[in-house]
């Protein structure tokens, strides 16, 4: 007995032709198109020292929805950015020189928190001093 060749091909196409269909009606359960970004610029920097390499990570927190998104450090110290999630942010210094155990737990967690608004340019300024006195103080207190 010989396959009909006809049928067979008609049967191929058919499902090549519902794979798209399909995966459409699937769109909406793999998350949202899009998902709004903020402009996020600033300085980091030990007590007025600029951090010179390195990159940030911002990791959206407490119910943001977002992506985790990276930025370089200028050797200044400068950082700009956009599509940062807008909400609580969680950010941590990656690939810098934080000589210092009481700097290393920068890069270890994402201790600093900020919040990033939507509507605006948001800049921050990071002073790792006056984060490392205030994560001391929490856990002391």
Not at 80 to 103: C, F, H, K, Q, W
Request: charged content about 25%; aromatic content about 8%; glycine content about 10%.
């Amino acid at each position: 007995m010989k396959p009909d060749r006809a049928k067979s091909r008609r049967w191929v196409c058919g499902w090549f032709l519902a794979i798209p269909l399909v995966a459409t009606g699937c769109a909406e359960e793999w998350g949202p198109d899009w998902i709004p970004g903020a402009e996020v610029s600033g300085r980091i920097h030990r007590s007025g020292q600029p951090l010179t390499q390195g990159w940030l990570e911002f990791l959206p927190v407490d119910g943001t929805i977002g992506q985790l998104r990276s930025v370089p450090i200028n050797p200044d110290g400068t950082f700009l950015t956009n599509g940062v999630a807008p909400g609580s942010v969680a950010i941590r210094v990656v690939g810098a020189d934080l000589s210092g155990s009481e700097y290393s737990l920068f890069s270890q967690i994402y201790v600093i928190r900020r919040e990033v608004r939507d509507a605006q340019a948001n800049k921050l300024d990071i002073d790792l001093e006056q984060e490392r006195q205030r994560v001391a103080s929490e856990l002391s207190g």
